[in-house]
């Protein structure tokens, strides 16, 4: 069975740091781009971050650019969120997700381009 379970979330003061981490079991992901996403409540799931297959690209939302790093270990079939000088607006669930095609050379930011989800873990940022 295909699984995704993140894992880092918690509580923490703004401008503080997180890392989430993504871990895929069931299947190797490592020929699948892979991307993060977020929905804070009363609002639509968006795309927060995402990485192609062979980690040579990376893309972000705008909102998080410069704050947030994205990055992968295909040995360990694990992505990872590493979150800096977190602000209240990041408050949300934060899901990892595959790419429903594999080898895309680019980085795909709507939601429909994903098919497989993790269950999401909480990121609350105190002011």
């Known amino acids: 069975q295909v699984q995704l379970v993140e894992s880092g979330g918690g509580l923490v003061q703004a401008g503080g740091s997180l890392r989430l981490s993504c871990a895929a079991s069931g299947r190797t992901f490592s020929t699948y781009a892979m991307g993060w996403f977020r929905q804070a409540p009363g609002k639509e799931r968006e795309f927060v971050a995402g990485i192609t297959w062979r980690g040579g690209r990376t893309y972000y939302a705008d909102s998080v650019k410069g704050r947030f790093t994205i990055s992968r270990d295909n040995a360990k079939n694990t992505m990872y969120l590493q979150m800096n000088n977190l602000k209240p607006d990041d408050t949300a669930v934060y899901s990892c997700?595959?790419?429903?095609?594999?080898?895309?050379?680019?980085?795909?930011?709507?939601?429909?381009?994903?098919?497989?989800w993790g269950q999401g873990t909480q990121v609350t940022v105190s002011s």
């Open positions: 997700a595959v790419d429903r095609y594999p080898r895309r050379e680019y980085v795909v930011n709507s939601r429909t381009d994903y098919n497989v």
